[in-house]
């Protein structure tokens, strides 16, 4: 239990005891507990938004500015409902219900596909009251799609009239909790959308009101992966940027880092390859100039190359896993790759993301010619022929890539280093086992 959970616990306590005994002395001193408070989660706040401008945080510190953001503001939150209902004691509000509906938990920013139905455990609603809860509930907890730019329910092709499903789920005061398992029936044309909840409640005193939630995070509803790239892009710079023109490089990293690892369906406390410092150098030098503010303008040529790669590591069979055990190098300069591969032996290779051609790989390999000299090779979209030729597959029979560098990490400093393994090794997992050729009526297979 963190301070501030402990310091409401209490508030809570203290403040029930002066609403069944009201006395001005007990009364001021929660006024001051109050505005002490306030005072601790406003710098609190702050301060977490300076971290994310300021600092380019590791994955786990990243996951936990988040959630203690989160937490921070549920607070927040609670503690406004204390206070206003100190100010009804006093009679200096209206006998309005003292309470809030929050999201404790949710899976968004991300772009998720129609029909895709959510975990019982992935979007979470709280209802939040004052120390003593003065109404009744009157129904169901609803979701509701809140769009800018459209409404979904009205689609003109003859789809579901509600594009949730399982969008209304019971609740009561003793466990004050719904999950929505929610399920997405229609696409949301590429635009963002967010979600509010709403419950009706009762009062009383008699007077019915509906308590609304604040908005989920943005997110984008697709109905084909070839909507994925765009998609992804619009929460990024809207999840970044927010309403700025520009901000800190740090707050960029930080946003481009949370979206990455909900893209590749990592571990966001314990991932298993995050974007690295280096990473982020290669994308600072190649799209923003090596600055320290970030301009919105400059956004759109970044991710036009950047989430063509996203969408290669996303959805191409393999590639993912490719990448996160170092078999793809991936964001590389081509100055970077010949110089790795200087005074090695011929058929040694790297496969980094072409730097001219977005979402496509590049190889750079020792040619067996005198004198030896590197070449450079584009993955050409009909070297492979998804499920019946996979990249591994198309990696494994070119007798051109031989010996492997895969990227590994120095464990004292961090620093990416480069281990030498035979191609067969490193690729078994993945690619397709060759059958044996048996000899068949006095025919000898053809050997090497």
Wanted: hydrophobic share 35%; net charge positive; aromatic share 10%.
């Amino acid at each position: 239990m963190t301070e501030q959970e402990d310091k409401l616990k209490k508030m809570c306590t203290e403040q029930l005891e002066l609403l069944r005994n009201p006395q001005m002395e007990p009364f001021n001193n929660l006024v001051a507990q109050q505005r002490l408070l306030k005072e601790q989660m406003d710098i609190e706040l702050r301060s977490l938004m300076e971290l994310n401008q300021k600092v380019i945080l590791d994955p786990p510190d990243l996951a936990r500015m988040y959630l203690l953001t989160t937490e921070l503001q549920l607070q927040m939150r609670q503690l406004e409902l204390y206070h206003a209902e100190l100010q009804q004691l006093l009679g200096q509000s209206s006998a309005a219900c003292i309470a809030a509906l929050v999201i404790k938990k949710q899976p968004f920013p991300i772009v998720i596909s129609k029909l895709k139905q959510l975990n019982d455990d992935q979007l979470t609603v709280y209802m939040l009251t004052g120390a003593y809860p003065n109404f009744q509930i009157m129904s169901s907890v609803k979701a509701t799609l809140i769009c800018d730019t459209h409404n979904p329910s009205s689609s003109k092709s003859g789809g579901p009239a509600n594009p949730l499903d399982c969008d209304s789920q019971a609740i009561s005061l003793q466990n004050k909790v719904a999950t929505f398992p929610l399920k997405f029936m229609q696409g949301t044309r590429k635009a963002s959308v967010n979600i509010k909840f709403g419950v009706s409640v009762r009062s009383t005193g008699g007077t019915p009101a509906t308590i609304e939630s604040n908005m989920s995070n943005p997110f984008v509803v697709i109905t084909n992966e070839c909507q994925w790239e765009g998609s992804a892009g619009t929460l990024l710079k809207k999840d970044a940027f927010g309403g700025s023109l520009e901000i800190p490089w740090p707050q960029f990293v930080n946003a481009l880092q949370r979206h990455f690892l909900l893209a590749t369906k990592q571990d966001p406390v314990r991932p298993k390859r995050p974007l690295s410092v280096y990473d982020f150098q290669y994308i600072n030098t190649q799209f923003f100039g090596s600055r320290s503010i970030i301009h919105q303008k400059d956004y759109d040529a970044f991710w036009g190359w950047f989430g063509k790669s996203m969408q290669t590591l996303r959805y191409q069979r393999h590639i993912c896993n490719l990448w996160q055990n170092g078999i793809i190098y991936g964001y590389m300069g081509r100055d970077d790759v010949n110089a790795a591969l200087n005074n090695q032996e011929p058929g040694t290779f790297i496969i980094r993301f072409s730097e001219r051609n977005p979402g496509q790989f590049g190889i750079a390999y020792t040619g067996t010619e005198l004198p030896t000299r590197i070449k450079h090779y584009l993955v050409q979209a009909n070297d492979t022929a998804a499920a019946r030729r996979t990249f591994p597959d198309f990696l494994s029979d070119c007798g051109q890539f031989v010996y492997l560098l895969q990227l590994t990490h120095d464990p004292a400093t961090g620093r990416p280093l480069f281990t030498k393994s035979h191609k067969d090794i490193a690729l078994e997992p993945y690619a397709a086992r060759k059958a044996s050729q048996t000899p068949v009526g006095g025919y000898e297979p053809l050997t090497a």
